[in-house]
Every structure is written in C-alpha cells, then in structure tokens.
Nanobody, 128 residues
Framework: QVQLVESGGGLVQAGGSLRLSCAASGRTFSAYAMGWFRQAPGKERQFVSVISESGDTTYYEDSVKGRFTISRDNAKNTVYLQMNSLKPEDTAVYSC?????????????????????WGQGTQVTVSS
C-alpha cells in the first residue's frame, strides 16, 4: 500500500511563496508520474501540475504557469511544488497523487481518474 504525506502548507500573504512536499512510501516511487491537485471550498478538485517519472517532463494548469514549479527527488521519494507569487485564488487544500503506470502523453494526466493513490492534503491559505 502506498502512502503519500503532504507538508508545507500554511498561511501566506498575497505575493508570497510556499514550498509543498509530498513524501511517498514504497520502493517504486521513481516508476510513476506524480501530480498535484487542489480543492477550494465548494469547488471540484482541480489539476495543478504533473511530473514524469524521471522528472524531465512537466505540465501545468494555465493559471499557475510561470508561478509554480513541480520537481521530484527520486532518491528521497519526494515530489515538491514550489509556489511563488501566490494569489488569494490559490487558496485550497493541495493534494499529491500517484498516477496509474501507463500513459501516452503527460497531458493525459490532468484528471483525477488517472491517479490511484492520494495524500490527505495540506491547506494553503493566501490572504489579500
């Protein structure tokens, strides 16, 4: 059973930065793409970013492009989300997830149905 544990959330003023971490259990972390999603109150879970198994390919939701950076350290079984220039509309619970093994393009991995393991999430609140 895979466990994903997020950390790094908190309260930050608009324009500030946070770095989220997601630590995964198990020995096969490097074999799977990893994604970040977020869910604001009253809204559906939304795709944020995804990174390929090796980390050489990434993809972002349009509203975070140029502000957020996803990365991973396979030696540490950890995926990161560096969030800069935060806006109040970025306020949400952020969750990491492990994708199913097979996909053709990284852009296939933008829906929740493509992921089979999820963390509990970490709250990010951006004040104006």
């Amino acid at each position: 059973q895979v466990q994903l544990v997020e950390s790094g959330g908190g309260l930050v003023q608009a324009g500030g930065s946070l770095r989220l971490s997601c630590a995964a259990s198990g020995r096969t972390f490097s074999a799977y793409a990893m994604g970040w999603f977020r869910q604001a109150p009253g809204k559906e879970r939304q795709f944020v970013s995804v990174i390929s198994e090796s980390g050489d390919t990434t993809y972002y939701e349009d509203s975070v492009k140029g502000r957020f950076t996803i990365s991973r350290d396979n030696a540490k079984n950890t995926v990161y989300l560096q969030m800069n220039s935060l806006k109040p509309e970025d306020t949400a619970v952020y969750s990491c997830a492990r994708a199913f093994g097979f996909y053709q393009r990284i852009t296939d991995l933008t829906t929740t149905q493509r992921y089979n393991f999820w963390g509990q999430g970490t709250q990010v609140t951006v004040s104006s």
